[in-house]
């Protein structure tokens, strides 16, 4: 069964740091584009961060750009998100999810597999 | 970056058709895609590439295009399809999501 479980999240001042992680499970991590969503309280979808197969192109929302960082280590079939210089309007539900390329050369353009999510509130 | 909107909110009866638009602000069109999501659960693709349904996914979801508008549609709609719906689209910078549709079920 394909699986995405994620961890890391909690309670964080403002200012500070949290690393989140999401475990693969049931499909060959290493061959597929990983993407992190995030959903702040009663709001909306919000992609954050992309990532290739190898960890070597990634892309950004413009609100997270130079604060947050994706990254994965395909031999724990893991992938992170490290953010810094958290905000309140950081606070969200923080989805990790599969992602699907349509073709090898363009980035991944969309999700067909979710896990639960992890929660990070940014407060003092 | 370009925007997809998407109205608030849409109601049927169960049985009826339900139409859930999306427009994209800016050419060129890349494909469209859609989420559900039910409360407290993770989003659930059941349409990608604008048409395409994903297995599992119940015949009733259908996906159209024409011009910068996308259209969800479930036909014959059931009480288990009350939720939110997102469409969302990517361009070489990044991934965008509508503000989502909610689906009410009379």
């Known amino acids: 069964e394909v699986q995405l479980v994620e961890s890391g999240g909690g309670l964080v001042q403002p200012g500070g740091s949290l690393r989140l992680s999401c475990a693969a499970s049931g499909f060959t991590f290493s061959s597929y584009w990983m993407h992190w969503v995030r959903q702040a309280p009663g709001k909306g979808l919000v992609w954050v961060s992309r990532?290739?197969?190898?960890?070597?192109?990634?892309s950004y929302a413009d609100s997270v750009k130079g604060r947050f960082t994706i990254s994965r280590d395909n031999a724990k079939n893991t992938l992170y998100l490290q953010m810094n210089s958290l905000r309140a309007e950081d606070t969200a539900v923080y989805y990790c999810a599969r992602g699907r390329a349509l073709t090898v050369v363009t980035p991944s353009p969309y999700m067909d597999v979710w896990g639960k999510g992890t929660t990070v509130t940014v407060s003092s | 970056s370009y925007e997809l909107t998407q109205p608030p909110s849409v109601s049927v009866s169960p049985g009826q058709t339900a139409r859930i638009t999306c427009s994209a602000d800016?050419?060129?069109?890349?494909?469209a895609y859609w989420y559900q999501q039910k409360p407290g659960q993770a989003p659930v693709l059941v349409i990608y590439k604008d048409s395409e349904r994903p297995s599992g996914i119940p015949e009733r979801f259908s996906g159209s295009s024409s011009g910068t508008t996308v259209t969800l549609t479930i036909s014959g709609v059931q009480a288990e399809d009350e939720a939110d719906y997102y469409c969302q689209s990517a361009d070489s910078s990044g991934v965008v999501f509508g503000g989502g549709t909610k689906l009410t079920v009379l």
């Open positions: 990532i290739n197969s190898d960890g070597s192109s990634t």
């Open positions: 800016a050419l060129p069109k890349q494909y």
